[in-house]
Each structure stands twice: as structure tokens, then as C-alpha cells.
């Protein structure tokens, strides 16, 4: 049984000082994992501005902010210069990789991208993508990435198809239940999707009565039965690579003692028959505990002459 790791990394902060823990955390329990940079600026301030969205406000409420991302880091983008990640971190970047782990891109500017991408024109869709593509072969000496996770799930059709432009083999840009191949506004795009299966641990805690006490034991109980493929669980170095490594910790221990193996999503496609795997239609619909819509697996979707 397979349960993928998928780190997103948001921040300088993230980078900086969530990644290096984790990488330790992860060597301890012998897991692999998936590091997905964000690889130009850090605009995180910049997010502020989704103040008016429907269920922000609460989320931010109920997830401590402030605690998790820091004052400096909220300031970035508006009253603070944003950092270049990518020209600062790349060293830790390049230590993920050194441990065996499977590196991809995030994306660009990762609020730039979260808030602009699902109303965004090809040409833009196509320049960001490529500002990130371009930066990944200068840190990781030319490798072309074969890899994607969208910041805050959110794509467009040109995403979709400038993944399969570019070569990516996978993507995990998608909540859903099982890997797939994603039909796009009837297109089929022959770059797999891998999708997040499980609530994130900001989804959950401030909802039901959950807490950081109580979140692992919660989300352990959702993993005791194991579906045909396994999961694919998001976590984000800022997070459980501050202060919510414990519960990340605790999480660890308890899918090893379900009898999961801890992998990277590369490990999970390769070990994939994909001839097999079926065609669904992606849509762009709400997940309880975050605000908007997120690009997600939808129905089941049979190609002419199937």
C-alpha cells in the first residue's frame, strides 16, 4: 500500500527553515517525498487582498496565520520587497534532491498564480510556466522537471496543456480519489494526474472540534482502509515543517503502522499501469475547509469508440 507524500513549498520561510526539518523528519522514518518549489518571488502579503472571498476571512481565523507564515512574511509583496526564493534557497533546493527526494515545480509567484491562473490568458499561463521551468534547470543543473503541483489547485486549460508541451510525465494538480487521465473542456491531455486524496491537516483543524491534539488520530482513521491505488496526502513546509511537525510526525507513525509504504508520487506513478487508468473530466468546485473553487477530479469520461 502506497501513501504518496506531496510537499508543497510556499514560502522563503518554508524554504528556508520548514524544508530542512522535514527532510529530517522524513530520514527518520525512512519515507520519500515529493518537494514541489515555488521558485520566484514570495508575494505572500499580496494574499491579503482575498479578504473579500467567501470563507477567507474564517479560514484564517480558525488556521492561526500569523503563528504558522510569521509578520515578516505576511508583509512580503506589500510593505516589505518580496525575496526571491529560487536566487536565495538554492542550496536547500538542491539538498532535497541530494537526499534522493523527487523535486518539481510549485510554480513562479505563488500568489500571483493561486489568484490569477483560472481567469488568466494563454500567453500568461504559458509565461509563468515557463519563468518556473527555466529557473528549476538553472538550480537543478538542466534537469528538465518532470513533475507539477499547482499552487492552491488551481489551473486552466492551457496549464493542462503546456504540462504535456513540456514534457512532465505526471502532474498532481487535482483533489480527487484515484489517479487519472484528465479530459480538459472535452480535450484528453496525455499528462497523468496523480491528485491529492486526503483533507489537508489547515483543512481540518479549527472544523468538528478538531485540533492539533486531536487531527492525526482524526486523519489516521480516514487511512485504515486503503483504496485500490492509495493516497496521495498535500502537506505544506510551512506548516508541517513548523509548528505542526509533530502532528506530521504522528502521522508518519501511524500510516507505517497501518502498513502503508511512504513514497514519493513518483514512486506511485511508476509503479502505475497506465494503459489502465481511466479518463475523468477535471471541474473546479469548493472542498469544505477551503475558500473557492479548486480545480478537482470529476466524472468518469469514455472517449469515443470506448
Given at each position: 500500500?502506497?501513501?504518496?507524500?506531496?510537499?508543497?513549498?510556499?514560502?522563503?520561510?518554508?524554504?528556508?527553515?520548514?524544508?530542512?526539518?522535514?527532510?529530517?523528519?522524513?530520514?527518520?522514518?525512512?519515507a520519500e517525498a515529493?518537494?514541489?518549489?515555488?521558485?520566484?518571488?514570495?508575494?505572500?502579503?499580496?494574499?491579503?487582498?482575498?479578504?473579500?472571498?467567501?470563507?477567507?476571512?474564517?479560514?484564517?481565523?480558525?488556521?492561526?496565520?500569523?503563528?504558522?507564515?510569521?509578520?515578516?512574511?505576511?508583509?512580503?509583496?506589500?510593505?516589505?520587497?518580496?525575496?526571491?526564493?529560487?536566487?536565495?534557497?538554492?542550496?536547500?533546493?538542491?539538498?532535497?534532491?541530494?537526499?534522493?527526494?523527487?523535486?518539481?515545480?510549485?510554480?513562479?509567484?505563488?500568489?500571483?498564480?493561486?489568484?490569477?491562473?483560472?481567469?488568466?490568458?494563454?500567453?500568461?499561463?504559458?509565461?509563468?510556466?515557463?519563468?518556473?521551468?527555466?529557473?528549476?534547470?538553472?538550480?537543478?543543473?538542466?534537469?528538465?522537471?518532470?513533475?507539477?503541483?499547482?499552487?492552491?489547485?488551481?489551473?486552466?486549460?492551457?496549464?493542462?496543456?503546456?504540462?504535456?508541451?513540456?514534457?512532465?510525465?505526471?502532474?498532481?494538480?487535482?483533489?480527487?480519489?484515484h489517479p487519472f487521465?484528465?479530459?480538459?473542456?472535452?480535450?484528453?491531455?496525455?499528462?497523468?494526474?496523480?491528485?491529492?486524496?486526503?483533507?489537508?491537516?489547515?483543512?481540518?483543524?479549527?472544523?468538528?472540534?478538531?485540533?492539533?491534539?486531536?487531527?492525526?488520530?482524526?486523519?489516521?482513521?480516514?487511512?485504515?482502509?486503503?483504496?485500490?491505488?492509495?493516497?496521495?496526502?498535500?502537506?505544506?513546509?510551512?506548516?508541517?515543517?513548523?509548528?505542526?511537525?509533530?502532528?506530521?510526525?504522528?502521522?508518519?507513525?501511524?500510516?507505517?503502522?497501518?502498513?502503508?509504504?511512504?513514497?514519493?508520487?513518483?514512486?506511485?506513478?511508476?509503479?502505475?499501469?497506465?494503459?489502465?487508468?481511466?479518463?475523468?473530466?477535471?471541474?473546479?468546485?469548493?472542498?469544505?475547509?477551503?475558500?473557492?473553487?479548486?480545480?478537482?477530479?470529476?466524472?468518469?469520461?469514455?472517449?469515443?469508440?470506448?
Amino acid at each position: 500500500m502506497h501513501l504518496a507524500l506531496k510537499i508543497d513549498v510556499d514560502t522563503l520561510k518554508g524554504t528556508q527553515e520548514g524544508v530542512p526539518r522535514l527532510l529530517e523528519l522524513l530520514r527518520k522514518h525512512g519515507a520519500e517525498a515529493t518537494f514541489l518549489f515555488s521558485l520566484g518571488p514570495d508575494h505572500t502579503g499580496r494574499a491579503l487582498k482575498r479578504v473579500f472571498r467567501p470563507g477567507f476571512l474564517k479560514k484564517v481565523r480558525r488556521t492561526s496565520v500569523t503563528s504558522h507564515y510569521g509578520i515578516k512574511t505576511l508583509l512580503y509583496g506589500t510593505l516589505l520587497p518580496g525575496p526571491d526564493i529560487g536566487n536565495r534557497c538554492f542550496n536547500v533546493m538542491r539538498e532535497v534532491q541530494a537526499q534522493k527526494h523527487e523535486v518539481g515545480i510549485h510554480c513562479w509567484d505563488h500568489v500571483k498564480w493561486q489568484d490569477g491562473v483560472m481567469t488568466a490568458d494563454s500567453a500568461w499561463t504559458r509565461a509563468e510556466m515557463d519563468k518556473a521551468v527555466k529557473r528549476f534547470r538553472v538550480i537543478f543543473g538542466e534537469q528538465t522537471p518532470l513533475t507539477h503541483g499547482a499552487a492552491g489547485w488551481q489551473m486552466n486549460r492551457t496549464a493542462y496543456r503546456e504540462e504535456q508541451r513540456l514534457g512532465m510525465q505526471y502532474s498532481s494538480d487535482c483533489r480527487g480519489t484515484h489517479p487519472f487521465w484528465p479530459v480538459v473542456q472535452g480535450e484528453l491531455v496525455r499528462c497523468p494526474q496523480l491528485p491529492s486524496t486526503l483533507p489537508t491537516l489547515d483543512e481540518l483543524i479549527g472544523v468538528n472540534g478538531l485540533t492539533e491534539h486531536n487531527v492525526a488520530q482524526y486523519l489516521l482513521g480516514q487511512t485504515r482502509s486503503a483504496p485500490e491505488y492509495g493516497h496521495v496526502f498535500t502537506l505544506h513546509a510551512e506548516l508541517e515543517g513548523g509548528k505542526l511537525i509533530g502532528v506530521f510526525d504522528a502521522l508518519l507513525s501511524g500510516w507505517k503502522e497501518q502498513g502503508y509504504t511512504l513514497v514519493s508520487t513518483r514512486t506511485m506513478f511508476e509503479s502505475l499501469n497506465l494503459a489502465a487508468l481511466p479518463y475523468h473530466q477535471v471541474i473546479d468546485t469548493e472542498i469544505p475547509g477551503r475558500s473557492g473553487l479548486l480545480s478537482c477530479q470529476g466524472p468518469e469520461f469514455l472517449p469515443a469508440g470506448a
